[in-house]
């Protein structure tokens, strides 16, 4: 296979890598190239150097043969099969999913040698699907011992010393507002409606660094881990369940410390005041997505009824969460609503329902809160110069903004103000005007393309997505590092122990511990999706023959891409559209027949049927129904 150089001056053009010119160069591994070819739009070089393995361990199928064993390995950007000699086989049979580690590098005609270190099972036996994944991206499966005792050993109750040095709101009608089967309940709100027609809305979060000692075994483990991993059939947590379940869990009708942030906001949803303090409380009802949405679109009177001291609480938290995006709408958040997947496996890990997971207004209510209260800490921080950790999204660059501009041409529509820098708002209006059109999808995903992507940094270059000059991730400490490290920077300054060696500290290890944080959160989103599109391909298996109605997501020139309602993606291949000689065009993303003038293009609607599915390479394939 061929690859990709990407330089680090991310100014530079990427260079094209053809098979003969890897030099044995492996996914993502560092390398030094020599600039062989260039005419002005692509560049094409060859591997000098590998300065840096990425893939010190592979995961894969293992293959027998008389002498000796290869891997085939699970990630197919990784080309080339491992030799394992007879010695080193390590029980391995055929057909057993492996994890090899490499010995011997891959010279230019001769594969990586390795051996066999773990042999995960057969690969249709049950779990070995998720156990591969989880070994492919090295995500821990378990705690050392050590944490766990360490986690143990915190106390389940809070002292009456603690409690007096904070401020105690036990009394106030604090509520969560999570999914059905939520454990680690991080968050909490309260609102009240003020004499002056202000809301006064609270954003209680669970005091997690209070009892995760900075640079202690816990935090160490913690920080290595980043973020919790959600796969398809089970959480990967950054905290043991010990914390994240038991004392930093803001579980109803039990005392727990909180950093609390009171913010009053006027009815053009504008932040007028606010405190953040360390806060002791005591929820008073665990409410449900689903009983919550149900009580507001549905007006349900079993729920009213089972509810009934928090439904005003609930109507006037509807009514600040919709002031609250009305005004991120007017400033330009893009607010993109893609469908997101819900797959139910069986108790074997099975597939058998996959479908779009639908966001109500209780979702969005506490959406908005959590937006609310990050912008406000971030704009608090910067206001008082501290170093921090910031959650960024930069500007689009010019060419792929250009490049948009020229595909939405094709609908019809174009961007205001491009040429120079681009506002989002501009982004936001179209997004407005092709709501519940024909294109909509497809316009969204190819803008979400064009997007860079967010990320954690200790400078401050804004939130282009969010139109947010100041934005942090300050809600779900229990499950994301940044939230733990700004919550000690907060403490800190709010205690007046933020002195200037701190600040100098901060800003000399702030830098790198964000691009950590950030690589962490790619390995998770990575091995999610990787579990979510492997249950798919499952999902699809018996489903070969079926047809289905779809719409064209992605176009390329060896085929189209066609998602359906129920969010699975397959491809309809080139060579599988037999009535015409089909010519891809890049400019408008389109494919064209040469002697029909047929096109096939992003949006459109088709009917196809499954005509094969590969579990390993999680690959669908339709045809034409």
Request: charged fraction near 35%.
């Amino acid at each position: 296979g061929f690859g990709f150089f990407i330089p680090d001056n991310r100014e530079q053009e990427d260079v094209f890598l053809s098979a003969e010119n890897l030099n044995g160069a492996l996914h993502n591994d560092r390398i030094m190239i020599r600039v062989h070819k260039s005419d002005g739009r692509s560049r094409e070089g060859e591997v000098t150097r590998v300065l840096e393995r990425a893939n010190k361990t592979i995961v894969g199928t293992f293959e027998k043969d008389q002498n000796f064993g290869f891997v085939v390995p699970d990630d197919k950007r990784i080309s080339m099969d491992i030799f394992v000699p007879k010695d080193e086989l390590n029980g391995a049979k055929n057909g057993y999913k492996v994890v090899v580690e490499v010995t011997k590098w891959s010279s230019k005609r001769r594969n990586p040698e390795g051996k066999v270190i773990e042999v995960l099972g057969h690969k249709d036996d049950v779990g070995t699907d998720i156990l591969s994944i989880i070994r492919q991206f090295e995500l821990p499966e378990t705690f050392p011992e050590e944490v766990i005792q360490a986690a143990k050993d915190i106390p389940q109750t809070i002292s009456e010393e603690e409690i007096s040095n904070r401020r105690d709101l036990r009394d106030l009608r604090v509520i969560t507002m999570d999914g059905a089967d939520a454990n680690d309940l991080d968050d909490a709100i309260s609102i009240e409606k003020k004499s002056n027609g202000n809301f006064l809305l609270g954003v209680h979060i669970s005091d997690v660094s209070y009892y995760v000692e900075k640079k202690g075994i816990i935090d160490k483990e913690a920080f290595e881990r980043g973020t919790s991993v959600y796969l398809v059939d089970r959480v990967i947590p950054m905290l043991p369940k010990e914390l994240s379940n038991g004392i930093c869990s803001l579980n109803p009708n039990e005392d727990r410390l909180a950093f609390s942030v009171f913010m009053e906001i006027d009815s053009e949803g504008k932040v007028i005041n606010h405190d953040i303090m360390e806060s002791v409380i005591r929820s008073k009802e665990r409410t449900v997505y689903e009983d919550v949405s149900k009580i507001l679109e549905d007006n349900d009177k079993e729920l009213i009824e089972s509810y009934k001291d928090y439904v005003d609480d609930f109507r006037d938290m509807e009514t600040l969460a919709q002031i609250l995006r009305d005004k991120r709408i007017r400033r330009g958040s893009i607010d993109f609503d893609l469908d997101e997947t819900k797959i139910v496996l069986d108790l074997k890990g099975k597939p058998i329902d996959v479908m779009p997971y639908e966001r109500g207004v209780s979702n969005r209510i506490i959406e908005e809160f959590m937006l609310v209260c990050n912008e406000t800490v971030a704009a608090f921080m910067t206001w008082n110069e501290i170093p921090f950790v910031y959650r960024i999204h930069e500007e689009p660059t010019v060419e792929k903004i250009l490049e948009f501009n020229d595909f939405i041409h094709n609908f019809g529509h174009h961007l205001k103000g491009v040429g120079g820098k681009i506002h989002p708002k501009s982004l936001q209006s179209l997004l407005e005007k092709i709501k519940g059109s024909r294109e909509e999808a497809i316009i969204s995903t190819v803008m979400l393309r064009s997007l860079q992507k967010a990320k954690y940094s200790s400078d401050n270059l804004g939130h282009f997505g969010l139109a947010a000059k100041d934005y942090s991730h300050f809600t779900a400490p229990i499950r994301r590092y940044p939230d733990l490290i700004i919550h000690r920077i907060i403490k800190d300054f709010i205690n007046d122990k933020m002195d200037k060696k701190e600040r100098k500290r901060l800003s000399k290890n702030l830098p790198e511990m964000c691009e950590h944080c950030s690589k962490r959160e790619r390995v998770a989103d990575e091995a999610e999706r990787e579990t979510d599109n492997l249950k798919k391909a499952e999902y699809m298996m018996d489903k070969i023959g079926m047809e289905y109605d779809g719409i064209i997501s992605g176009v390329t020139n060896y085929g189209i891409f066609v998602q359906l309602a129920n969010t699975v993606e397959g491809l309809v291949r080139v060579t599988a559209l037999d009535d015409d000689y089909y010519v891809y065009n890049e400019k408008h993303y389109c494919l064209i027949g040469e002697r029909t003038r047929k096109v096939y293009r992003l949006g459109d609607t088709m009917k196809i049927r499954v005509s094969k599915v590969d579990i390993t390479t999680r690959n669908i394939d339709f045809v034409l129904a």
